[in-house]
């Protein structure tokens, strides 16, 4: 294999204690080492992030595999089509599109669910938003009827650094799938419950889509009305879009994906071999000041120019974009529109990031604001 540069490492243990410790440190050292660069973790690791390695790990999926990755160590991804290749894959996007797609999702009660979370006063946005998008998918996969003491158990792990997403937990998987099955038999309708329920595997996808659409939105949510916070001439409905944008820029929850090469290739001029696990970063790829100025600040206004192509991938890209995405930009929008007609300042907080399945703020967000 082509001989690649890497960030330092420790003796014996290479780069796995750095990556315990603070992966996206790592990661950030390894990117000044060269677009292309190894890690040497519990495997060796090679791992891209300009966007002619991610339109070439993201787009060929028959030489880029997910099976083997690292979707597959935590129980909550590891099922459904997250975790299938082609040609399976493929057969169980057709099915699943038309749910997710736009038009459908305008039919869930969003807005409604919203409208019933009104703050006044203090509130902390982290707590906030896991209870609004927690309510949010409830009503739009079971019109509410999950009891939201078993839906609550089931995410709040997502909450928690890792190990805790990574943990087998047998007894709670059953209860959900129970419940899931419950509302599956005579599913609401409208609810993506009743468009799954004709699906084989039904009660696997329904689980899995609920836990990749949860921490993701809740942590993205809680970000963006930081900003917002601190930033009164970006709240304005009209420009939500571009903000959502620049939040998904700056804390891609996604922000690593993996693959196993299924064979021999080159890419960047790097030979890969099969058997190879590969990283691309959505977090290095958003951050790279070659794509991006003054990558670290917020700065919505620089959509005005367009999008890199393969250099913005909150939500993946190609063929497995990530099904939810429809849904989560509703989901948001529809949290943050109020907040468009109230006076919104920050308190106290940690908004630095903390990395474990997904991006998550480090410590609670204080926020002041009420509906007038």
Not at 156 to 175: G, I, K, T
Not at 191 to 197: I, R
Request: charged fraction near 20%.
């Amino acid at each position: 294999m082509t001989p690649l540069p890497a960030p330092t490492t420790t003796p014996l243990l290479g780069h796995l204690w750095r990556w315990t410790r603070d992966p996206l440190d790592l990661l950030a050292a390894g990117a000044r080492t060269g677009g292309v660069f190894r890690l040497r973790l519990w495997r060796p690791v090679v791992v891209g992030y300009r966007p002619d390695w991610n339109r070439a790990v993201l787009g060929d999926r028959d030489t880029f595999r997910s099976r083997g990755s690292l979707s597959g160590l935590t129980p909550y991804l590891s099922g459904g089509v997250v975790g299938s290749d082609v040609p399976e894959h493929d057969n169980r996007r057709a099915e699943l599109n038309p749910h997710f797609h736009s038009r459908a999702v305008d039919g869930f009660p969003l807005r409604a669910v919203a409208g019933h979370h009104r703050v006044a006063g203090v509130f902390e946005a982290r707590g906030w938003a896991a209870r609004v998008v927690r309510h949010m998918l409830n009503a739009a996969f079971f019109a509410g009827r999950l009891p939201d003491s078993l839906l609550t158990r089931f995410l709040e792990p997502l909450h928690r650094a890792n190990p805790a997403p990574l943990l087998p937990r047998p007894l709670l998987f059953r209860r959900v799938d129970a419940g899931i099955e419950r509302i599956l038999a005579d599913p609401p309708p409208g609810t993506l419950a009743a468009a799954l329920s004709r699906m084989d595997n039904a009660i696997e996808e329904t689980r899995v889509a609920l836990a990749a659409g949860y921490d993701t939105t809740a942590h993205t949510l809680a970000w963006a009305l930081w900003h917002l916070a601190d930033a009164p001439g970006w709240r304005r409905r009209e420009h939500l879009p571009v903000v959502l944008d620049e939040v998904l820029r700056l804390y891609p929850a996604g922000w690593l994906g993996s693959r196993i090469v299924h064979r021999d290739t080159t890419v960047d001029d790097v030979d890969l071999l099969a058997g190879t696990m590969v990283f691309y970063s959505p977090y290095l790829t958003h951050r790279d000041a070659e794509l991006w100025r003054d990558p670290a600040e917020f700065r919505p206004e620089r959509f005005a120019d367009g999008r890199p192509a393969w250099g913005f991938i909150p939500f993946s890209a190609g063929r497995r974009t990530c099904l939810g995405a429809h849904m989560a930009r509703r989901m948001l929008t529809a949290a943050l529109e109020p907040f468009c007609d109230m006076p919104l300042t920050r308190v106290a907080g940690d908004p630095t990031i903390a990395a474990g399945i997904t991006l998550r703020p480090n410590g609670a967000l204080w926020l002041a604001g009420g509906w007038s």
